[in-house]
């Protein structure tokens, strides 16, 4: 799969000949800075590679169809340094199939008091062009971000820096191949979900393989193999248990899935506990090592929440906060001091732990486990976080994402043999969870510091699926109120 630095954004400057060669040829000059400036930066996680200045309907469709057909343009960002025509624009962009910046900016900070004259003001219209330009954005119901103000203030970098991970994650999506091992949880609702819609909006491939391949891929891998990935995890984490053993079996279901996930080409994966014949164990340390590495996973056969979690590990590739896999277990209801407890029956992602993991075995009782499996166990890291879940409406895919502020986990619980995490829901857990329930999110979702709910939404635009979100300023009744319109317009649309 593709890594952000792989991915550059072309940039696609509107003018028109009404202003004569030199005006062309400074806003040419001017655009070409721009780029350069902004690759310079330091704030863009994907080099800006200027394209042209466009004057006709053939220079922009041209380009666009170069951009809808080369693998490393991730997406276009335009913006109209001149008035441009967008009769002139409306061919190209109904064409264009990659997702779509108006960066609102202009060349200067500042209206130059003595010289401004009828020149400046032919040269420097960008509040005239890009009203015209927002216009057939808005006519062609074209999804499209809009970022505005000036490309060298650090907030407004920083803003088209998060849109470029965004459109990674879309180029990521559209690639993404999920392997499930086996089928969902039996009589489950919600880790249900329609794998033609997912494919059609989301570009998910999602397949199944059995057990009983990976158990003969198991039986390939070399004890040498197996010794080389113990030293890793033994350098990574604490070795909290003499079940030297359990640690041996992890690695080799490690290495056996990672081995049939790369050669198909998959990056992210899925398993149930009630489906482990002729594994002694459930990958526990496996599958935790595994997103480490970026794989997303779902458990109980949960594909939507793996390949969701995939994608956001790709929209937050080289951040430090963390994207995890995570389920809503149980609350602490003391008033004035409400919080959720997150966790999983092993697998919760090490990308969120506060300090190093220890790797501990123990007894599990849910599913056919013969021999107790390794996991990792941790505290989650404090701090802003959300929590994202996908859910099949029938006919159309809702995401919602709530935001949530995870703490340091506010009792030991020594007893409880899993990674942990704490967190508080805004509004407030009450308010929060309402809305959460009346909206049908799930009890997997993914977990995650790195990516924010503007980020989220922004990916949801672009792949023309539902968006909710749940926010400090989130109530009941106007969400309720949203979700009955939000029903009525997704009938109309699907
Ligand atoms: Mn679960």
Known sequence: MKKLSDHEFWFIVGSQFLYGPEVLETVDARAREMADKMNASGRLPCRIVYKVTAKTPEEIERTVLDANHDPRCAGVITWCHTFSPSKMWLTGLQMLQKPWCHLATQYNVEIPDTEIDMD????????????????IGARLRKPRKII??????????????????????????????????????????????????AQRKLGWHVDTWAVGDLVKEMAKVTEAQVDALVAEYTAAYDVATDNLAAIRYQAREEIAMKAMLDREGCSAFSNTFQDLYGMEQLP??????????????????????????????????????????????????????EYSLGAHMLEVCPSLAADKPRIETHHLGIGMNEKDPARLVFEGRAGKALVASLVDMGGRLRL???????????????????????????????????????????????????????????????????????????????????????????????
Request: some cysteine.
């Open 120 to 135: 400046f003001m032919n040269l420097n219209q960008a509040a005239h062009g890009d009203r015209e330009h927002g216009f």
């Open 148 to 197: 505005a103000g000036h490309w060298a203030d650090p907030a407004v970098q920083a803003r088209l820096g998060d849109w470029m991970r965004v459109a990674h994650g879309v180029a990521f999506s559209r690639a993404l191949k999920v392997m499930r091992f086996g089928d969902n949880m039996r009589d489950v609702a919600v880790t249900e979900g329609d794998k033609v819609e």
């Open 284 to 337: 526990g340390l496996a599958s935790q090592h595994l997103m480490a590495l970026g794989y997303g996973y779902g458990g109980e056969g949960d594909w939507k929440v793996s390949a969701m979690t995939a994608v956001i590990k790709a929209m937050g590739e080289g951040k430090t906060g963390g994207t995890a896999f995570m389920e809503d277990y149980t609350y602490h209801l003391e008033p004035g001091r």
């Open 400 to 494: 919602i994402v709530q935001d949530i502020e995870c703490v340091k986990p506010i009792m030991k619980m020594p007893n409880l043999p899993v990674a942990r995490v704490m967190w508080r829901a805004l509004p407030d857990l009450q308010t929060g969870l309402e809305c959460w329930i009346a909206a049908g999110g799930a009890h997997h979702t993914t977990l995650t510091h790195d990516v924010t709910a503007e980020q989220l939404r922004d990916w949801a635009r672009i792949m023309e699926i539902e968006f909710v979100h749940i926010g400090k300023d989130t109530t009941v009744e106007a969400l309720e109120h949203d979700l009955f319109l939000s029903d009525l317009a997704w009938k109309l649309r699907s």
